[in-house]
């Protein structure tokens, strides 16, 4: 994405601000994607590195809709900090509980799959050499610690990565909390 781009972006999301507070963001990224090019980034790589403009604009909509509730208690500024919070959560709410729900299906999905690929290892570790296996009772133990072992091994990886999604939701939501604190210190 280009400057020219990044910017119609972000003043088209930060058009219901006020025409000084949109001047005063607008020239912040503004002199971002110059200092990006004095050291030799391309605009793409300043706009990469500065992420969504849209999402951006919700942000610091929700932050100067706080910040204007903070200076001046008013009906007309807590209108606007709300609105600008919900529009932060209606966008998680529509994309991203919808990705959340899926993901933490498929690690349930893979959670019954393992628990059943190590109860049947054990099934046939055990049962394998009584019922008269047709390998062998050895190929049946093997067959059985190798179900258990692989049954193992998937678990924990699907641990490691349900706990890397913890780590980015609550990544995420401090986020929004970065947004919330000043509200909530002053409460």
């Not at 006020?18 to 793409?44: C, K, L, V």
């Not at 529009?87 to 899926?102: E, V, Y």
């Not at 062998?136 to 990565?161: D, P, W």
Request: hydrophobic residues 55%; negative net charge; contains cysteine.
């Amino acid at each position: 994405m280009t400057r020219a781009e990044f910017m119609a972006r972000l003043r088209r999301g930060l058009s219901a601000l006020s025409t000084n507070t949109q001047t005063e963001i607008t020239a912040d990224y503004e002199a971002h994607f110059s200092d990006a090019a004095a050291a030799g980034r391309s605009e793409e790589e300043a706009a990469a590195a500065l992420g969504d403009p849209d999402r951006l604009a919700r942000e610091l909509r929700a932050e100067y809709g706080l910040k204007a509730w903070e200076d001046k208690k008013s009906p007309r500024n807590a209108t606007g900090a709300i609105l600008a919070l919900l529009g932060l959560g209606a966008i998680d709410i529509l994309f991203l509980a919808p990705i959340l729900f899926s993901v933490i299906s498929v690690f349930f999905s893979i959670a019954m799959v393992v628990v059943m690929a190590f109860v049947m290892g054990g099934v046939v570790m055990i049962g394998g050499p009584i019922v008269g296996y047709d390998g062998g009772a050895g190929i049946a133990i093997l067959a059985g610690l190798g179900l258990v072992g692989a049954a193992t091994c998937v678990g924990a990886l699907t641990i490691m990565a349900g706990v890397g999604l913890v780590n980015f939701l609550v990544w995420y939501a401090r986020l929004h909390f970065r947004l919330l604190k000043p509200a909530i210190d002053q409460a």
